[in-house]
């Protein structure tokens, strides 16, 4: 019998299938250079292409980035409206690229919070990219992990309703089958950007046994090698097989 040897032991099996990312930092990272913080936004969507590539090379499932959360809309209002804008325009010129590396887009959170347009704009994304069979990339926009709860448990009630169930017969299943990410596996690899060490209301059911990942880098620092020493951290954390970040990127290359 052939030697198991680290190498072999790095398969699809030991790497996370669900990472989520909590991409923190853009408006610092811009003010440190002395620019406006939509300057950070823009760049962040630089860092968001290298790890939704990086985690496609790399076999990963499900792929979650955190975008914009509920508490979000607190912010001033010139920046949430270049948020939008920004949205708007990325989900444009991306979903293309996206379609052709068979990633399936979806949108998740309370998306009648949007304008029609932009409402619009995901419909057709999700419609064009639906049946590829690739990573699946949710962007969470106007979410928030107790809306996900509480919208789980408003369509829970209603099967209640309707089927005459008793308390004793709900299950956490039934609470799970109402989430924004039912049918996907739940997060393995939470990680959060910028130095932040909190989950900020972000995949509150779905990551009640994921391992939790804070680095220093602001999002739009956050590149391949953030990403391939991410997954290296999940692999020792879980495995314990002293694995590296230069390892994970020999696997992107293969």
């Avoid at 949108?107 to 069979?133: H, M, P, Y």
């Avoid at 130095?195 to 220093?216: D, H, K, P, V």
Wanted: a neutral charge; hydrophobic letters at 40%; proline letters at 2%.
């Amino acid at each position: 019998m052939a030697e198991r040897t680290i190498e072999t032991e790095l398969s699809a099996e030991c790497l996370p299938k669900h990472v989520a990312v909590i991409m923190d930092g853009n408006g610092r990272w811009a003010k440190a250079k002395g620019k406006a913080r939509v300057f950070g936004h823009k760049a962040g969507v630089e860092a968001v292409r290298k790890s939704v590539s990086t985690a496609n090379r790399l076999g990963v499932k499900v792929l979650t980035l955190f975008a914009f959360s509920s508490e979000n809309w607190r912010r001033p209002e010139d920046e949430v409206s270049l948020l939008m804008e920004l949205f708007m325009t990325v989900l444009t010129r991306e979903v293309k690229r996206l379609h052709k590396n068979n990633i399936q887009l979806r949108i998740i959170g309370d998306k009648s919070g949007f304008s029609d347009r932009l409402q619009r704009k995901i419909a057709s994304s999700e419609a064009l990219t639906a049946n590829n069979t690739g990573l699946v990339l949710n962007i969470a926009a106007n979410y928030g992990g107790q809306w996900d709860i509480l919208q789980a448990t408003k369509k829970l009630a209603v099967q209640i309703a309707e089927q005459g169930l008793t308390a004793s017969d709900i299950t956490e299943d039934m609470l799970s089958a109402g989430m924004s990410t039912a049918d996907l596996p739940d997060v393995d690899l939470m990680i959060r950007t910028s130095g932040e060490c909190r989950i900020s209301n972000f995949m509150l059911w779905q990551a009640a046994y994921a391992e939790l990942y804070f680095t220093e880098q602001h999002w739009p620092d956050f590149d391949e090698e953030s990403f391939a020493n991410a997954i290296a951290w999940y692999v020792n954390r879980e495995r314990r097989f002293g694995c590296t970040g230069e390892q994970i990127k020999a696997l992107i290359q293969e």
